[in-house]
């Protein structure tokens, strides 16, 4: 079992449609994170949890709404997206603190929006 | 802001052969610095960082970057490449004060020719 899950890997949604991503971590952290990674773009930090609290959000449009009820879970609920949403969103974890921690990354859900 | 800069978006070497992969950054103080690795529909796997002491740091699977502060680079080198390390590949920094955000480059994609 890896460090980081994520589910569902793979996701197709029309664009009145709502779906949540869900992230799960057994590493014993307390920082979550949300990245996007688009073809062609650097990776892009959404949403930064610290002890189940947002500490960042990275002017993500609120048609994106992220969700961390323990440290443990870190959820992302999708609703009325847009095509040029369509992209890997990557879950990650970390002991919360300095920069020299290390980040975690699932394997990533897959989302495509048509 | 800082930024990071990966010059080569694609690079093909033959098995057995050295590898280079350049890294850039833009940070005024000493950065904490990093290398991932994904695989096809993988997440992103952490090969080394850099924070302090011996410039030339070594990571997992035979790779090893150093550190040159006055050309502000962060190399990722491998002696001798194996068919495996087929993959993409991500240098990020971090930075003090800015908690665990990290600032990827693009990537750049290594194809290796048997």
């Known amino acids: 079992e890896t460090g980081v899950t994520q589910t569902p890997r793979h996701l197709v949604m029309g664009m009145t449609n709502k779906k949540s991503l869900k992230c799960e971590q057994h590493l014993g952290h307390n920082a979550m994170y949300w990245y996007k990674q688009s073809a062609k773009k650097p990776l892009e930090l959404m949403f930064v949890?610290?002890?189940?609290?947002?500490?960042e959000n990275n002017s993500v449009p609120s048609r994106f709404s992220p969700e961390c009820p323990n440290s443990s879970h870190l959820f992302l609920h999708l609703h009325t997206l847009q095509p040029e949403d369509s992209a890997l969103y990557l879950c990650?974890?970390?002991?919360?603190?300095?920069?020299?921690?290390?980040?975690?990354f699932g394997e990533g859900s897959w989302l495509t929006v048509v | 802001a800082q930024s990071v800069t990966q010059p080569d978006i694609h690079i093909t070497v033959s098995e057995g052969a050295s590898l280079e992969l350049r890294c850039n950054y833009s940070y005024g103080a000493t950065p904490y610095l990093f290398w991932y690795v994904q695989s096809p529909g993988q997440g992103l796997q952490l090969l080394l960082k850099?924070?302090?002491?011996?410039?030339l740091v070594q990571g997992i699977k035979g790779f090893e970057a150093e550190f040159k502060r006055s050309q502000s680079s962060f190399n990722l080198r491998k002696p001798s490449v194996h068919w495996s390390d087929a993959a993409e590949y991500f240098c990020?920094?971090?930075?003090?004060?800015?908690?665990?955000?990290?600032?990827f480059g693009t990537g750049t994609q290594l194809k290796v020719e048997l």
């Open positions: 850099y924070f302090s002491g011996d410039t």
């Open positions: 949890y610290n002890f189940k609290e947002q500490t």
């Open positions: 990650a974890s970390s002991q919360e603190g300095g920069p020299g921690n290390t980040i975690y």
């Open positions: 990020a920094v971090a930075f003090t004060g800015g908690g665990n955000k990290l600032t």
